[in-house]
């Protein structure tokens, strides 16, 4: 599976971007897909995943109601709404695929995307 994100740059805090991780799989109806993101010095964290099958998702804390996870399977592409950004939430932003399920770790993620810049500024 390829995936390729898009939709990073720059924005003001408490603007808003839409990323989005194209899958070249048949289906990615049978993928949890995972928005991971990392910031210089630190390590890769998992903001949100979808189990696509069943579209369960889950989010870490310090996003939850600001970030929605989304996917279109029509189009094999999940979408990451980001809302009311904070110069927190600059990292890189990665997205996985998984075929077992939404996992926390990164080690558990099969197929990752090249990343997509986020920078917030103040």
């Known amino acids: 599976v390829q995936l390729v994100e898009s939709g990073g740059g720059l924005v003001q805090a408490g603007g808003s971007l839409r990323l989005s991780c194209a899958a070249s799989?048949?289906?990615?109806?049978?993928?949890?897909i995972a928005w991971f993101r990392q910031a210089p010095g630190k390590e890769r964290e998992r903001v949100s995943c979808?189990?696509?099958?069943?579209?369960?998702?889950d989010y870490t804390d310090s996003v939850k109601d600001r970030f929605t996870i989304s996917s279109d399977n029509a189009k094999n592409t999940v979408y990451l709404q980001m809302n009311t950004l904070k110069p927190e939430d600059t990292a890189v932003y990665y997205c996985?695929?998984?075929?077992?399920?939404?996992?926390?770790?990164?080690?558990?993620?099969?197929?990752w995307g090249q990343g997509t810049q986020v920078t917030v500024s103040s």
């Open positions: 996985a695929a998984e075929s077992t399920g939404c996992r926390l770790t990164m080690r558990e993620y099969d197929w």
């Open positions: 799989a048949r289906t990615i109806d049978n993928y949890a």
């Open positions: 979808i189990s696509v099958s069943d579209g369960r998702t």
